[in-house]
């Protein structure tokens, strides 16, 4: 899939694929104040992951899939665990 | 088995009897170019051979060796003795792992450690460089490149693992999303992930000068999947990860000090206990082996809870301690490349394995023959004539039906056997043939055993090999193997003196043994000659009447030369004169029952001061045996040919009885008469003809007459004699049975057996 933006916030939606990191870059670089939405990604590619933890904009909320979560957890991100999030 | 890789097997088989053809001939003439280029040239085919399939140690240790040859024949090296014995070292090892490569599709952990080894050998010798740059890429360690802390974290995780796992670092390329790479869908989908971290670059450079495609993510994790899967799961960027080996037991290993070769000893015994596991299927198995790690745990004085968890037959456990203690007993990292080392070296390629002793040996006759296609063309032929001949048959149903008189028939009837019988003997000849290999394939392994005992006994001995086109049975010359280098052994070992011996006797200081082969009317006949010592046939006497074999005057009665046959008795070679060589006690009663279990003969003589001369005579077939039929109680039985010398109707009343054996005298000899019915246990007397006659059949029961009463003989006849297979295969009694022509079932006897 993709991510959406708004003005306050950067929806990642499904697959979030390696040509949409410099798009996700350009937007935060413009709304510093911005929120990360997660909830419906499934997968995420290194490069965004990479871009996300390098403008370390707030994450609004959690993934639901439990891979997505272990991933990000790895990465140094808490959030309140869901079920499903693995050691 | 994947039918190249049975090919590449045969293949390189004859490559390595070609390479250390070509190395004893270098030996002799190191300067000779020619033939340092043909052996560089069957090197490398093996090498690029082996590149078809995944044994990198046999690769690597292939290619060490053809470096080696490279130098050499660029004349940047020369071609001495180290060179050599390292090189036949190394047909040692791939003639090992061919043989493991046989049985089982794959190479061991010894296989490949031992090629490890020579590896590194054959490059000290070398310039010590590949010399192409095909070979791995030197590993970099990214455990070396992560911060410390990231490292504790690493290892804190582990530690508090319930059992050991395997530590990942993957340090993608920057440039690796170009390629299509997404490194964390391969971490996400990496197996057993236990624990997880991503690095990232800290503090990351001013957010307008980040490039998003560079990747600067690192990644640690700990996983519970075996190394093969991780390798595997990484293999597209294998040189962009590390993997690491944790076990928290670990930390509670401290090995006490120990001199080098301790270390070692332990850890051979280590090495040994964690293959041993491998195979252990049974219980009992396991327990032997976790015996020998505590006694192992013990020496290490390893802590107690370590030493607890052996009290276990859980393979798991037992490995992950055993591999525990191997990598603590690592040697130290010195460069000892060049020493003996731990390769040991094969005096022969693995000889063939023996099945159940079931009259012939089935060795690893799963094996293929090679023939020439002429052999079966000439089989083909005949059986189209033989599908001519069965044709005619309806035709005579036919003429039969219309009305053919008796005698017409009977005239057609034998007229077609005629014909289908001389088929059949050929076709029965022309298969033969096919079987036929030379005897080159046992003799050619000669040279270099002779070559590599005389040098371990310092002995001069020259090698005469004569007649290896000598074709006979493949069964024949397979079970000859062993025999022979057993006989050869005893020539080098006894027979030939050590050169100043020799001289001193007026004898050339190089001995002489003559291995030769050739076909005569009676079979293939094998003869080793030595112009050593010769057997002393008193000292033969002395031991055999010292070992109880022989009573003393029977000993005093025999001539030299019957004496000397005395070392055929079994027990006669016994542990106190094993050298290294002649073997584990094993003597020439072995090698005696193992010819005539091929339906052979040996004859030994023996010239004091002058030498040794063993005769091996084998039948040229194994299919078709020449068998007597004789009837008793009832019934046939078949008797071999070879061991009757006649046959005689004797008048019942020329029995003698003498401590109530049955005797009688024939051809001026008193011969012991048996009942065949008694021997059978069947208990009908023999039956006697109108002339108050008894038959007898004079057969040969090794060096003894013998007299066995029938109830009558018939002819004699060629048949296919099938050995018994299964439970039935422990009755010696029986050579085998055959199938008559009446459709019956004959059992020929083994009269050895029957006494």
Redesign the interface.
Known sequence: MTILFDEKHATLDGHCR?DE??G??NW??AHPRAGVRMATCT?????I???L???ALPLLDEPQHP?VC??LT???YRFPSPEGTP? | MNPVLRQFLTESSEGLERVTALLLALEREPDNLALVNDLFRVVHTIKGNSGLFDFPALTQMVHAGEDLLDEIRDGLRSLDTAVVEALLTLVDVLHAMLDELADQDELGVTQNDAAQALTQRLRALGSGEARDNSSAVPRIDHFLALPSDARARLDEAAAGMSQAVWAVVYE?EPQC?FKGE????L??EMPGT?????L?PEP?AA??S?D??Q???RFLALSHADEAALQAHFRCVSEQVSLQRVDPWQALLTLPEMPDNRRAGLRSLAQAQRDALAHAAEAGHRRAIAMALKMLATQLQLPEVLQEQLDTEEVETLARLADLMLAALQPPPVNEVGSAGPVTSFALPATAKKGADTGIDAARAGTLLRVEQGKVDRLMELVGEMVVAKNALPYLAQRAEQGLSTRELVRDIKALHANINRIAEEMQDAVMQIRMVTMSTVMQRFPRLVRDIANKLDKQVRLELVGEDTEADKTIVEALADPLIHVVRNSLDHGLEPPDERVAKGKPAEGTLRLSASQQTEGVVIEVRDDGRGIDPDRVVAKAVAKGLIDPERAAALTPQQAVQLVFLPGFSTAEQVSDLSGRGVGMDVVRSAVERLRGKVELQSFAGQGTLLRMTLPLSVAVSNVMLIRSAGQAFGIPMDCVVETVRLPADQVRLIKDQGTAVLRGRLVPLHGLNQLLGLNTPPIRNEENELAVLLIRVGADTVGLIVDDFESAMDLILKPFEGVLAQLGTYAGTALLGDGSVLMVLNPKELF
Do not use: N, Y
């Not at chain 1, 997968?43 to 490069?47: F, I, Q, R, V």
């Not at chain 2, 236990?194 to 991503?198: G, V, Y």
């Open positions: 390696v990191a410099e996700l870059l935060a670089l997968h995420l590619h290194a490069a992951l990479q871009t933890l390098a403008v891979d272990r991933l790895a990465a140094g050691t | 993608p999303f997404d490194p964390l869908l971490v996400r236990a624990w997880l971290e991503i990232a990351w957010l307008e980040i998003p495609f990747c600067q993510l």
